[in-house]
């Protein structure tokens, strides 16, 4: 494993440190699919010992973010188009309830998440555009009033920030983007539940379209569904 890590200091919640740092790795791209990982090479980069990595390593393994590796240690698991479109049409459903339920609440969603969210789309920082883009997809869960919904979509989130990191490496974000997410807080503030619904759903199936298309242009369509 060439990706360096940053240094952990040692707290009563290591495993999770170890997780996230892991976790964010893989999102983020510096663990590319197919990166092989073993328990000393992390604990060494990390600056921790064996165990937290290893319980760490077995929970990436349940959320499907690395797979055992032929030999020894585990790999990071392949990101393909197939794979993507699945946590698209989850979290597609999640966020649509999420929406007619913030809507039939009435709730304001902050303004400066939507002028965030521009200034991220104007600019070249791929990590500030998949924050802002995730900010805003988790206010409208806190206003749904449904706290499983959050706790549902956080996986998923894993593997969208995987696949958004990796596709906007070859490209930015549709236009239309926030135009969409200024709309659907538009309709959650007029308590239109059934429109911000449609919205949010309409919104979910074109951006799941656009990022599969770009990990098909990016990495060729057999390998982004067969890798």
């Known amino acids: 494993m060439n990706a360096p890590l940053l240094k952990l200091h040692v707290a009563p919640d290591l495993v999770d440190q170890v997780y996230q740092a892991l976790l964010g790795a893989i999102a983020d791209g510096t663990l590319a699919p197919g990166a092989r990982l073993t328990q000393e090479e ?11 990595v290893l319980q760490a390593l077995r929970q990436l393994k349940q959320d499907g973010l690395v797979l055992d590796a032929p030999g020894r240690g585990v790999q990071v698991a392949p990101l393909t188009a197939a794979g993507t479109a699945a946590v698209y049409q ?7 309830l999420a929406a007619r339920l913030a809507a039939q ?15 991220a789309a104007r600019g070249r920082n791929v990590q500030a555009m998949i924050e802002a883009d995730a900010a805003f997809h988790i206010a409208v869960y806190a206003a ?13 989130w894993a593997h969208i920030r995987r696949a ?4 906007l490496q070859h490209a930015t974000l549709r236009d239309s983007v926030w135009d969409e997410h200024e709309t659907i ?6 308590g239109d539940a059934a429109r911000a619904e449609r919205l949010m759903r309409e919104h979910a199936a074109r951006a799941s379209e656009y990022i599969t298309r770009r990990l098909e242009a990016a990495f060729g369509a057999s390998e982004a569904h067969n890798a």
Do not use: T, W, Y
Not at 185 to 190: L, N
């Open 90 to 96: 989850v979290r597609g459903a999640l966020d649509a």
């Open 164 to 167: 958004m990191g990796a596709s």
């Open 42 to 52: 992390i604990a060494q980069q990390l600056a921790v010992s064996r165990q937290p």
């Open 185 to 190: 807080a538009q309709a959650i503030a007029a």
């Open 144 to 156: 749904s009033g449904n706290p499983l919904i959050a706790r549902s979509a956080h996986l998923h």
């Open 105 to 119: 609440r009435r709730e304001a969603l902050d303004a400066k998440l939507i002028e965030r969210g521009r200034k």
